[in-house]
C-alpha cells in the first residue's frame, strides 16, 4: 500500500525566510503524480505545487519550489521569502499513475506559522 | 469560474443521528471525491463519483454511510446512524477527469460534530 509520510508536525519561520518542509512516501510504482496542497485555518484547501515522477526537473512556482528525490521517495517542499499569508497546514500528496481512480493519498500534515 | 460549493458549513448532532451534506462541483468537472479530514489528519477518500456512477468506494462505511450522485452534478453524503468518532471535516472536491495527475479543486468543507 502507498503511504505518505511528514515527519514535521509543526514549523516556523520568520517572515521574509526561507523554511523546507519534507515529505516522504512509499511506492512501489514508477509513473505517479505528487503535489502540495495548502490549508490556511478555517478556509479551503488549494493546490499549491504539482510534481509528475517521469519529469527529472523539480516544479516551481513563483516563491514555492520542490526537491524531487526520485530514488530516495523524497519530496520536499522549499518557500522562500516567507509571507504572514503562507501560515497554513501543508499537505503532501501522492496519486498512483497506474490506478484509474485519481484517488489522492495525504501524509499527515505540517503547520507552518510564519511569524513577522 | 465559481468553486466547489458544500453545505451546510457547520453541523452539530446527537450521536445515531442522521445528517446530510450536500456537494455542488465546478462546472464540467466529471470526477467528484468525498474525503473524510479527521482533527490533526490528512483527508482520507471515502467515494469518488466518475458522472453518476461509483469508482472507488473501498473505504466507505457502507453499514451508515451512503453517497449519490444523481444525474452526475451535485453530490449528497448521508451519514445513518452517526458515532462519536464520525466527527471530522468533510471535505468533497472535484476534478475534469480522474486520472492522469489532474488537480482536484476543495470545496471549503462542512465540519461535524457528533456529540
Keep these: 500500500a502507498q503511504t505518505v509520510t511528514q515527519s514535521q508536525p509543526e514549523m516556523s519561520v520568520q517572515e521574509a525566510e526561507t523554511v523546507t518542509l519534507s515529505c ?18 478555517s478556509r479551503q484547501m488549494i493546490l499549491v505545487i504539482r510534481q509528475e515522477a517521469y519529469k527529472q526537473q523539480n516544479a516551481t512556482e513563483n516563491r514555492f519550489s520542490v526537491n524531487f528525490q526520485k530514488a530516495a521517495k523524497s ?3 522549499k518557500i522562500s521569502d ?14 498512483p499513475g497506474s490506478s484509474n481512480t485519481g484517488k489522492l493519498i495525504f501524509g499527515q500534515g505540517t503547520t507552518l506559522q510564519v511569524k513577522p | 469560474e465559481a468553486g466547489v460549493a458544500q453545505s451546510p458549513r457547520y453541523k452539530i448532532i446527537e450521536k445515531r443521528q442522521s ?34 456512477g461509483v469508482v472507488d468506494d473501498s473505504q466507505l462505511p457502507k453499514d451508515r454511510f451512503s453517497a449519490e450522485r444523481l444525474k452526475g452534478v451535485d453530490s449528497t453524503l ?38
Design chain 1, 75 to 77: 519530496f520536499s517542499l
Design chain 2, 78 to 115: 448521508k451519514i445513518q446512524p452517526a458515532k462519536l468518532e464520525d466527527s471530522a471535516v468533510y471535505l468533497c472536491a472535484s476534478s475534469l477527469v480522474r486520472a492522469g495527475g489532474h488537480t482536484q479543486y476543495f470545496g471549503p468543507g462542512t465540519r461535524l460534530t457528533v456529540l
Design chain 2, 19 to 52: 445528517v446530510a451534506f450536500w456537494c455542488n462541483p465546478i462546472s464540467g468537472h466529471a470526477t467528484l471525491y468525498w474525503y473524510q479530514q479527521i482533527l490533526g489528519q490528512g483527508p482520507k477518500l471515502l467515494i469518488q463519483f466518475q458522472n453518476n
Design chain 1, 24 to 41: 516522504t512516501y512509499d511506492t512501489s510504482e514508477n509513473n505517479y503524480y505528487l503535489f502540495w496542497y495548502k490549508q490556511p485555518p
Design chain 1, 82 to 95: 516567507s509571507q504572514l499569508g503562507d501560515t497554513a497546514m501543508y499537505f503532501c500528496a501522492f496519486m
